[in-house]
């Protein structure tokens, strides 16, 4: 037996040493292996992390890791999964349950908490291998923080794209439209999927053949084309005018593939620039044409613009003026205007007085006008920005040298005029002083004789009536009528007389109540009529009092007098607004009249009803036109006959 063992001894010896050399290449090669996985490890760029399965505790990490956390490997090994993680302990037990099912790896966008707190988006992969005697996850975690950037910059440039107003859009080199933005949509027309695959030359109008080509050579070239203005087309064959901005784009590799362009509609704009041209020629033209003298200066007081007119009037060119500062040499302005320029100057328009000027004194050395002096007009107007900053000021001259003159010749005139009117009105005071006189005299004269015939006429009818047959009878009493209506004509010419002769005292009068009390007067005289009188109450005026008691005396009593033969007669008394003004009126439903002789109405002893029909000497009407006159207002009638009347007069 000890011969044996030693025999095996022997062989051991002897054959054992082979296997003993390969043992130990084995684990030398291991041992280089293990070496070069920790180096590969060490220099992944992605973070390794191993991780206990029972424990969750850390038990390798390699450098990516530690630097991505900013941990050292002393510090990380003290902490497990969770203190990593920025997720609950049943999410994390849940995820690792995953794994160890699945045995392979479980791979999502997660986030892992940094040593200062904050947390970093890593790419995750996971899975379970062995780790000496322990169940062990292998975390590879890969820092996606710049590729998160990067998709936020260009969902938000994405997001810009499709909301812009502009059209943006794409194409390949040979004009193969790629992109087309909201903004492309709106400006053409175009959908997305009616334009995407085709060329675009779908939007250039027709008698633009070669501006593609050229466009595209340019991009071919690496060229930008910045603000390029022409005309396109939209989808329902309206021309519009854009602004493009095309850039080329080029791949990762730097090669150019295609094109982006930005094209604004410019319609609207250049529709206004032709307007704003339009609008400023017509303004020059208005302002070299005008009759009006216009200088332009600036704010600092520099003549920048005149017309023909202002050279007319001042006899001076803008070359002539050249230096001259209208706020500190003060040229061309009147003496005592300066405050009223000054306040233009600030930013107020202000009409400045007319006065005169000296043209060989304006400008000394260049004006040379004939005449000595010159009346101007004059109004300046400040030209303000947005902001309300003076700009420009507009100073407008008008030569009303004419116009004064005419003034002066008028005033002249009115002086003799005046003159004359004294004269006159003296003459006529004296006239209508002897016409009085006269008057009264004609008046005393015929009252005499009058009241003789009417007194002897009377006389013989109560004396003499028995031995006068019947006939007699009647030539006294008409004899005795003529001399009493006569003797009423005679007063009635007397009170127009004063009427128009008297002087007026204005005061408040309330015709109202005038009107109510002249109607109850009415109704005491002839208690046995029935008469509705309608008086609008509050009517006030300025006016002469006694005057207007006349004339509402004459309308009423002549609406009393032309009812009479109505059984329900009606007058009223009121106000109306006509052209402006206000009118008042007395109405009635009395005989009427026929318009064809309106004219007459108001005319001394003028009627248009008999004697007999209806009393009066035709004076009442023509007396309260003389005292409407003398108020400055006007009266007229409307009537039919049968119907009524109506009469109007308007007070100043």
Same mark, same amino acid.
């Given at each position: 037996?000890?011969?044996?063992?030693?025999?095996?001894?022997?062989?051991?010896?002897?054959?054992?040493?082979?296997?003993?050399?390969?043992?130990?290449?084995?684990?030398?090669?291991?041992?280089?292996?293990?070496?070069?996985?920790?180096?590969?490890?060490?220099?992944?760029?992605?973070?390794?992390?191993?991780?206990?399965?029972?424990?969750?505790?850390?038990?390798?990490?390699?450098?990516?890791?530690?630097?991505?956390?900013?941990?050292?490997?002393?510090?990380?090994?003290?902490?497990?999964?969770?203190?990593?993680?920025?997720?609950?302990?049943?999410?994390?037990?849940?995820?690792?349950?995953?794994?160890?099912?699945?045995?392979?790896?479980?791979?999502?966008?997660?986030?892992?908490?940094?040593?200062?707190?904050?947390?970093?988006?890593?790419?995750?992969?996971?899975?379970?291998?062995?780790?000496?005697?322990?169940?062990?996850?292998?975390?590879?975690?890969?820092?996606?923080?710049?590729?998160?950037?990067?998709?936020?910059?260009?969902?938000?440039?994405?997001?810009?794209?499709?909301?812009?107003?502009?059209?943006?859009?794409?194409?390949?080199?040979?004009?193969?439209?790629?992109?087309?933005?909201?903004?492309?949509?709106?400006?053409?027309?175009?959908?997305?999927?009616?334009?995407?695959?085709?060329?675009?030359?779908?939007?250039?109008?027709?008698?633009?053949?070669?501006?593609?080509?050229?466009?595209?050579?340019?991009?071919?070239?690496?060229?930008?084309?910045?603000?390029?203005?022409?005309?396109?087309?939209?989808?329902?064959?309206?021309?519009?005018?854009?602004?493009?901005?095309?850039?080329?784009?080029?791949?990762?590799?730097?090669?150019?593939?295609?094109?982006?362009?930005?094209?604004?509609?410019?319609?609207? *704009? $250049?529709?206004?620039?032709? !307007?704003?041209? @339009?609008?400023? =020629?017509?303004?020059?033209?208005?302002? /070299?044409?005008? +009759?009006?003298?216009?200088?332009?200066?600036?704010?600092?007081?520099?003549?920048?613009?005149?017309?023909?007119?202002?050279?007319?009037?001042?006899?001076?060119?803008?070359?002539?003026?050249?230096?001259?500062?209208?706020?500190?040499?003060?040229?061309?302005?009147?003496?005592?205007?300066?405050?009223?320029? *000054? $306040?233009?100057?600030?930013? !107020?328009?202000? @009409?400045?007085? =007319?006065?005169?000027?000296?043209?060989? /004194?304006?400008? +000394?050395?260049?004006?040379?006008?004939?005449?000595?002096?010159?009346?101007?007009?004059?109004?300046?107007?400040?030209?303000?920005?947005?902001?309300?900053?003076?700009?420009?000021?507009?100073?407008?001259?008008?030569?009303?040298?004419?116009?004064?003159?005419?003034?002066?010749?008028?005033?002249?005139?009115?002086?003799?005029?005046?003159?004359?009117?004294?004269?006159?009105?003296?003459?006529?005071?004296?006239?209508?002083? /002897?016409?009085?006189?006269?008057?009264?005299?004609?008046?005393?004269?015929?009252?005499?004789?009058?009241?003789?015939?009417?007194?002897?006429?009377?006389?013989?009818?109560?004396?003499?009536?028995?031995?006068?047959?019947?006939?007699?009878?009647?030539?006294?009493?008409?004899?005795?009528?003529?001399?009493?209506?006569?003797?009423?004509?005679?007063?009635?010419?007397?009170?127009?007389?004063?009427?128009?002769?008297?002087?007026?005292?204005? /005061?408040?009068?309330?015709?109202?109540?005038?009107?109510?009390?002249?109607?109850?007067?009415?109704?005491?005289?002839?208690?046995?009529?029935?008469?509705?009188?309608?008086?609008?109450?509050?009517?006030?005026?300025?006016?002469?009092?006694?005057?207007?008691?006349?004339?509402?005396?004459?309308?009423?009593?002549?609406?009393?007098?032309?009812?009479?033969?109505?059984?329900?007669?009606?007058?009223?008394?009121?106000?109306?607004?006509?052209?402006?003004?206000?009118?008042?009126?007395?109405?009635?439903?009395?005989?009427?009249?026929?318009?064809?002789?309106?004219?007459?109405?108001?005319?001394?002893?003028?009627?248009?009803?008999?004697?007999?029909?209806?009393?009066?000497?035709?004076?009442?009407?023509?007396?309260?036109?003389?005292?409407?006159?003398?108020?400055?207002?006007?009266?007229?009638?409307?009537?039919?006959?049968?119907?009524?009347?109506?009469?109007?007069?308007?007070?100043?």
């Amino acid at each position: 037996m000890r011969g044996h063992f030693k025999g095996f001894d022997n062989r051991r010896e002897g054959r054992g040493a082979e296997p003993l050399r390969r043992l130990e290449g084995v684990v030398a090669e291991l041992k280089e292996s293990e070496e070069r996985y920790r180096a590969v490890v060490e220099q992944a760029a992605e973070g390794i992390l191993l991780v206990d399965v029972d424990t969750k505790r850390v038990l390798e990490a390699n450098a990516a890791y530690q630097d991505l956390l900013g941990y050292s490997l002393e510090e990380i090994l003290q902490l497990s999964l969770y203190d990593l993680v920025p997720y609950p302990v049943e999410s994390m037990d849940c995820y690792v349950r995953q794994v160890l099912e699945q045995k392979s790896y479980v791979s999502g966008q997660r986030r892992h908490r940094r040593k200062d707190g904050s947390l970093v988006d890593v790419e995750v992969s996971a899975s379970l291998i062995s780790y000496g005697s322990r169940g062990t996850i292998c975390i590879v975690v890969r820092d996606i923080t710049e590729r998160k950037q990067t998709e936020e910059i260009r969902a938000r440039l994405a997001a810009i794209v499709e909301s812009s107003d502009d059209a943006i859009l794409s194409k390949t080199l040979d004009g193969t439209i790629t992109s087309w933005n909201h903004g492309a949509e709106k400006i053409y027309g175009y959908s997305s999927e009616e334009i995407v695959g085709k060329s675009v030359s779908v939007l250039v109008p027709t008698d633009r053949p070669d501006e593609i080509p050229e466009i595209l050579e340019k991009v071919g070239r690496g060229e930008a084309i910045d603000s390029y203005e022409t005309v396109r087309i939209a989808k329902d064959g309206r021309r519009l005018d854009v602004s493009l901005t095309i850039s080329p784009v080029k791949d990762f590799a730097g090669n150019l593939v295609g094109a982006s362009t930005i094209a604004r509609d410019i319609t609207e *704009r $250049r529709q206004t620039e032709s !307007e704003l041209r @339009l609008s400023e =020629a017509r303004f020059r033209a208005m302002i /070299e044409q005008s +009759p009006l003298s216009i200088q332009v200066l600036s704010p600092d007081g520099q003549t920048l613009q005149v017309n023909r007119a202002w050279g007319e009037l001042w006899g001076v060119t803008l070359q002539d003026i050249a230096g001259y500062n209208l706020l500190k040499d003060q040229q061309l302005v009147a003496k005592g205007l300066m405050p009223y320029i *000054r $306040r233009g100057f600030a930013g !107020e328009p202000t @009409l400045i007085p =007319a006065a005169a000027y000296d043209p060989d /004194e304006t400008i +000394p050395g260049l004006t040379s006008h004939e005449e000595p002096k010159r009346w101007v007009r004059a109004f300046i107007y400040p030209i303000k920005d947005e902001d309300g900053n003076v700009r420009e000021v507009i100073l407008m001259h008008e030569d009303i040298t004419e116009r004064k003159q005419a003034e002066e010749e008028i005033r002249k005139l009115n002086e003799q005029l005046e003159q004359r009117v004294q004269r006159r009105t003296a003459q006529l005071n004296a006239f209508n002083r /002897e016409l009085e006189a006269f008057s009264y005299s004609v008046s005393h004269d015929l009252r005499a004789p009058l009241r003789s015939i009417d007194g002897f006429s009377k006389i013989l009818l109560e004396d003499y009536a028995d031995e006068l047959d019947e006939e007699g009878n009647d030539y006294l009493k008409r004899v005795r009528a003529a001399s009493q209506r006569m003797g009423q004509l005679i007063d009635d010419l007397l009170d127009l007389s004063r009427m128009t002769r008297s002087e007026m005292r204005r /005061e408040s009068v309330d015709l109202s109540d005038l009107a109510k009390s002249f109607a109850e007067e009415l109704k005491r005289s002839q208690p046995e009529r029935r008469v509705e009188f309608l008086i609008e109450g509050g009517l006030l005026v300025e006016g002469d009092k006694s005057l207007l008691r006349v004339v509402l005396e004459n309308l009423l009593r002549n609406a009393w007098k032309f009812t009479g033969k109505q059984t329900h007669a009606r007058i009223e008394f009121g106000a109306l607004e006509q052209e402006d003004k206000r009118a008042y009126f007395v109405r009635d439903n009395g005989a009427g009249f026929d318009m064809a002789y309106a004219d007459k109405l108001f005319g001394a002893f003028q009627r248009l009803h008999g004697g007999s029909e209806f009393e009066g000497t035709g004076i009442g009407l023509a007396t309260v036109q003389r005292i409407i006159h003398r108020h400055g207002g006007r009266v007229w009638a409307e009537g039919r006959v049968g119907y009524g009347a109506t009469f109007y007069f308007t007070l100043q």
